[in-house]
DNA sequence: AAAAATACACAAAAAATTTATGACGGGTCT
DNA sequence: AGACCCGTCATAAATTTTTTGTGTATTTTT
């Protein structure tokens, strides 16, 4: 969720409605004093603040937000007029992030707010997850957890958990499985992916059923309905 | 410390007094052989990038250490003439944290190299030390802590030590430990990392067991889970 | 509806792979 | 020379993976 403080509505429309089509959750806000209540309410992400408002100055309310402990270290960048160098010094220096100068580039904004959240919140290595149902994979972690629960799964265990979590609801016959995790070409019988779906739904407990078995074809995970 | 590569020497000469003179620590380069040798033999703080330079583009540097664990987090701002909207975006969607267009003003880049460690470092609280469970690193110091007592550690099972723990939680195959500590063209067995992690597993006691072997895929330091 | 056939689940042993360990020799610095 | 760091190897230990056999559920045939 992203909240920007702004007062003229047309700016304000227009970045929120931006930032909406770039896939953010986005809202505006008029004054300073909704702004704050909404902050009690849900705190953002993320701040797009106007350097110049009618009642109190932005470079004020960044001052109030840096000085509360909910707020200190909320991600915000300034959007303003007032584009001489010391007017951003005066901003970055109070504690804004970023500072950009209107008039900007909508393109360039968005650049900078992903640029400031993957700072921000770590964009991989954290953020990185796969889910489905109780189910929870950090593939750079490689750690899996089941129901809060971690679990511990040897390589190839993990493997099929992780194909069949990246192409939910999809069904994969035992050919395919070999030929994509064990790089196997031949098309011998075998029951070795059998054995490695039991392992991995026993030690997933519960979360085992999301394997379902498609008889006759082979096997997926959930149905595509569930998240 | 901070590096510079910038091909031309008027700017870099300029800009690291200017850093110099606000109390940084700074080293230009000329070319980017030259800086990755010096990223080798430590790592900076922060990185300013020269967009446009004779050999290498300054995109290509900044996607080469984006996708090297070690300077995958390394905070970034790029410098560049180029000063259009799409310019901007390219070089943050690449990964940099900032993007600033020449000329600049010599404060407006203080207060936004500030900004960015204040954001990547959190008023300075990581560069000095790092910790995990009874581990403690002083990366200035280059000592190392378990438990409290004092490890004398060897270049090599330090650099490794420091890499897991600078990136907790994250797994690493012993390739990519290879190619990041032991150098690109390193050819040889990558059991030699097993052995250092032995020996250091070894001197750091009880704590050596926050290294965790990931089998069939590499080691990683903690489980994220523990502070 | 009963019988037969098929496909899968389950269990445990056997085989294979991966990692830990101990030891050695070359190299460097003091 | 002595101490130490580094990379390699052989072997032991640990864990994973595959194979194999048996039981159970589901579908097909009669």
Same mark, same amino acid.
């Given at each position: %969720? ?14 929120? #409605? ?17 702004? #704050? ?16 408002? =009618?009642? &109190? ?20 960048? %300034? ?7 010391? $007017? ?7 504690? +804004? ?5 209107? =008039? ?16 921000? #919140? ?5 953020? &990185? ?13 490689? &750690?899996?957890?089941? $129901? ?9 265990? #993990?493997?099929?958990?992780? %194909?069949? %979590? ?20 031949? +098309? ?17 407990? $519960? ?21």
């Amino acid at each position: %969720m992203i909240y920007m403080l702004e007062d003229e509505e047309g700016i304000r429309n227009f970045v929120i #409605y931006a930032l909406k089509s770039s896939g953010f959750e986005a809202e505006g806000f008029e004054t300073p004093p909704a702004l #704050y209540e909404a902050i009690e309410e849900e705190l953002p992400e993320l701040l797009l603040l106007d350097r110049m408002l =009618p009642e &109190e100055d932005g470079l004020e309310v960044l001052k109030k937000l840096r000085s509360a402990p909910g707020t200190r270290k909320l991600p915000v960048i %300034m959007l303003t007029a007032k584009g001489t160098e010391l $007017d951003k010094v005066e901003g970055l220096d109070n504690g +804004a992030d970023d500072y950009i100068a209107k =008039p900007f580039g909508t393109m360039e904004l968005i650049s900078r707010i992903k640029a400031l959240l993957r700072r921000t #919140y770590g964009s991989s290595a954290d953020t &990185e997850k796969l889910s489905l149902g109780g189910i929870t994979v950090y593939p750079s972690k490689h &750690e899996v957890f089941a $129901d809060g629960e971690k679990v511990n799964l040897t390589l190839k265990e #993990y493997d099929l958990l992780l %194909m069949l %979590m990246r192409n939910r609801g999809q069904v994969f016959s035992r050919d395919s499985l070999l030929r994509e995790i064990w790089g196997y070409d031949f +098309a011998g019988e075998s029951r070795t992916v059998d054995v490695h779906v039991r392992t991995l739904r026993q030690k997933l407990g $519960d979360c085992g059923e999301l394997i379902e078995t498609i008889r006759g074809v082979g096997y997926k995970a959930g149905d595509g309905s569930i998240d």
